[in-house]
């Protein structure tokens, strides 16, 4: 261009529109730190299993972007008391069919629980320990043994008319003992929303493909925290020698907010453009989401270009997914018997009605007490129901003058020297931006549509490539085992060995 060319008005407003152009072009393709073939989206544990299965088949090209300023997700170990205690995922759950038992199995990081007693405490009179065992078993047996009922509209129809039958038949000439079972109802369906972690049994369908991994339900990790699986997965265990390359590949504080998977950004490319909350903008090839269904349910109309096919919000939708909640106390003193396993609270139904009158109903959400082996000075309370929400926004003032209720009106009149607690941990999963809850369960509405987590789990197909673009990983897109780290890594690694099959079948 000459001197003089800038001598009109004109052509200089168009240079500098150009060069505006030119700009800000740079600038959008600048922000994205490189260009890679795979993002993975979290670092929880199906992230983790997704990378560490590319690393392993030497598959290098790919990042993961997390939310939060940690890995692990719902795997959430940090140190408390005199140890370590998990806020999120606690136990491995069997060993037959179980990937995580398979990994670590020769490694002694897991022990059985030799300690699993659970004593009821009731705040009419002590139970014996024949009666609440039975109890104990007869809610198991109805719990683990669901048969399909066409008349039982949920989970909680289907258990309260099998347990209120067994209970009268039980007890019918011991009306005592059959008004303590009684009000053990309400204990039982706050265990089955602890183990579903939903809000309302009401809620919970009968009918499931959930299959249990045969074998020890509560193995512990042995002082070291499901933290350590993790490792092991990265191979920082048991030799940090021999440690996948996998750190350099984590970028922390990357909050994704948009995927825009059909590449209207850029005609002709089989690109996603993967766009972060601070501005930055990431290309891959493929994306695998593994954020929990939480955020799916309150972002996903948001997060995807174009919007997620309908069969997939309908499954988004339908699916549970709710929150449980754990409280660690730790005590100057250890005021507890050794070998003591759980404490479960039983209330009467007068306390019931006079605690919900008070508008302290929350109490009642307030399960049971576990001792935390290999942290002696430590204790957990477990609550569960439809009061969680609430809960999880009282101050720890408000709760700990809950948890002083509750200690007052069962653990002191057993042990005497309880004590005031000198440290409160909480989790608030249901709070927590980057979670929305705690794990998936099987909703009455799910079944009712006939939706299935195949919908939730299949993966977005580019229209020109016809190849899977955006891939799902997490707990919620496992069939069968959902709810479970096992079930999370099963899918990481199923995701990571089809990104491989395409690659390696473009590649021949």
């Not at 740079?26 to 890679?36: E, G, R, S």
């Not at 750190?247 to 453009?273: A, C, G, H, R, Y």
């Not at 980057?434 to 509405?445: A, P």
């Amino acid at each position: 261009m000459s001197h003089q060319s800038f001598t009109n008005g004109r052509d200089m407003k168009a240079f500098i529109r150009f060069a505006t152009a030119c700009a800000l072009f740079l600038v959008h393709y600048c922000k994205a730190t490189d260009q890679h073939s795979v993002i993975i989206v979290g670092a929880g544990s199906s992230g983790i299993a997704a990378a560490t299965k590319l690393l392993e088949n030497n598959f290098t090209d790919f990042i993961i972007l997390e939310a939060e300023n940690r890995i692990g997700g719902r795997i959430f170990t940090v140190p408390f008391g005199n140890g370590l205690v998990d806020l999120g995922a606690q136990w491995c759950h069997g060993q037959k069919d179980n990937i995580v038992y398979e990994i670590v199995k020769d490694l002694d990081v897991l022990k059985v629980d030799d300690v699993n007693s659970i004593t009821h405490l009731y705040t009419k009179f002590s139970v014996d320990k024949n009666t609440s065992d039975t109890v104990n078993r007869l809610f198991e047996s109805i719990y683990e043994n669901m048969e399909e009922d066409p008349n039982a509209a949920s989970l909680h129809d289907y258990f309260v008319k099998r347990y209120n039958n067994s209970i009268n038949e039980l007890y019918s000439d011991k009306p005592e003992i059959l008004q303590y079972a009684k009000d053990a109802t309400n204990l039982y369906l706050g265990a089955i929303c602890s183990l579903e972690s939903s809000f309302d049994v009401s809620d919970i369908s009968t009918q499931s493909e959930y299959q249990i991994c045969e074998g020890d339900q509560s193995l512990q990790w042995n002082g070291k925290g499901y933290k350590i699986f993790l490792d092991i997965l990265m191979k920082k265990y048991p030799n940090p020698n021999e440690s996948l390359p996998i750190d350099d590949k984590i970028l922390l504080n990357k909050e994704v907010t948009n995927i825009n998977w059909q590449n209207s950004f850029q005609p002709n490319s089989s690109k996603s453009e993967v766009k972060c909350s601070n501005g930055e903008v990431y290309y891959a090839n493929h994306v695998i989401v593994t954020v929990s269904l939480g955020v799916l349910k309150e972002n996903g109309s948001t997060m995807f270009t174009p919007k997620l096919p309908n069969e997939k919000i309908k499954a988004i939708d339908d699916i549970g997914f709710g929150a449980v909640m754990k409280i660690y106390l730790l005590y100057e003193e250890k005021w507890w018997p050794e070998n003591l396993g759980s404490l479960s609270f039983v209330w009467s139904e007068e306390e019931r009605e006079r605690l919900k009158h008070e508008g302290l109903r929350w109490y009642l959400n307030i399960l049971s007490l576990i001792t935390i082996k290999g942290n002696e000075n430590v204790v957990c309370l477990w609550i569960a129901g439809q009061d969680v929400p609430k809960i999880e926004n009282l101050t720890d003032g408000e709760v700990l003058s809950g948890i002083k209720y509750v200690s007052d009106l069962f653990l002191k009149p057993k042990y005497r020297n309880v004590t005031k607690p000198s440290k409160i941990l909480r989790t608030k999963w249901l709070s927590y931006p980057h979670f929305r809850g705690t794990y998936s369960y099987d909703s009455v509405k799910m079944r009712k549509n006939k939706i299935s987590r195949g919908d939730l789990s299949e993966p977005l197909i580019h229209p020109v490539t016809n190849e899977p673009v955006v891939l799902f990983a997490g707990e919620a897109m496992n069939r069968y085992h959902y709810s479970t780290v096992h079930g999370a890594t099963e899918t990481g690694f199923r995701e990571a060995e089809r990104i491989l099959q395409i690659y390696k079948k473009n590649v021949f």
